[in-house]
C-alpha cells in the first residue's frame, strides 16, 4: 500500500489557476501509474486526469481537456495537476489515487480501477 497525501487546494476566483500536488511513500513511487478524481457535493467521484508510470502517457477527462496538465517526478515522489482557466464546475474536493502497473499502460477512468487513495483536498472556485 502506497500512502498518499494531496495538498495545494484553496479558494480562486474563475479564471485563475491551482497547482495540486500529491505526495506517495511506503513503496516504490515509479511502480505506480496515478490519477485525479474530484467529487462534488451530491456526485459521485469523476475522472480528471491520468498518468502512466512512463510519464509520458497521459489521459483527460473532456471537461478539463487544454486546462489541466497533469506530471510526475519520480525522483521526488510526487504527481501534481496545473489547473488554469477555472470554472465554477470544477469546484469540488480533489483527490489523487495509485495503482500498480505495465510501464507505459493508462489507469482506468473509473476509480474501482485504484487500489490507493488520498484524503482529498477541497479546490473552490468563485465565480
Known amino acids: 500500500q502506497v500512502q498518499l497525501v494531496e495538498s495545494g487546494g484553496g479558494l480562486v476566483q474563475a479564471g485563475g489557476s491551482l497547482r495540486l500536488s500529491c505526495a506517495a511513500s511506503g513503496r516504490t513511487f515509479s511502480n505506480y501509474a496515478m490519477g485525479w478524481f474530484r467529487q462534488a457535493p451530491g456526485k459521485e467521484r469523476e475522472f480528471v486526469a491520468a498518468?502512466?508510470?512512463?510519464?509520458?502517457?497521459?489521459y483527460y477527462a473532456d471537461s478539463v481537456k487544454g486546462r489541466f496538465t497533469i506530471s510526475r517526478d519520480n525522483a521526488k515522489n510526487t504527481v501534481n495537476l496545473e489547473m488554469n482557466s477555472l470554472k465554477p464546475e470544477d469546484t469540488a474536493i480533489y483527490y489523487c489515487?495509485?495503482?500498480?502497473?505495465?510501464?507505459?499502460?493508462?489507469?482506468?477512468?473509473?476509480?474501482?480501477?485504484?487500489?490507493?487513495w488520498g484524503q482529498g483536498t477541497q479546490v473552490t472556485v468563485s465565480s
Open positions: 489515487a495509485a495503482v500498480v502497473t505495465d510501464y507505459s499502460r493508462l489507469p482506468s477512468i473509473y476509480p474501482r480501477g485504484y487500489d490507493d
Open positions: 498518468i502512466a508510470r512512463d510519464g509520458v502517457s497521459t
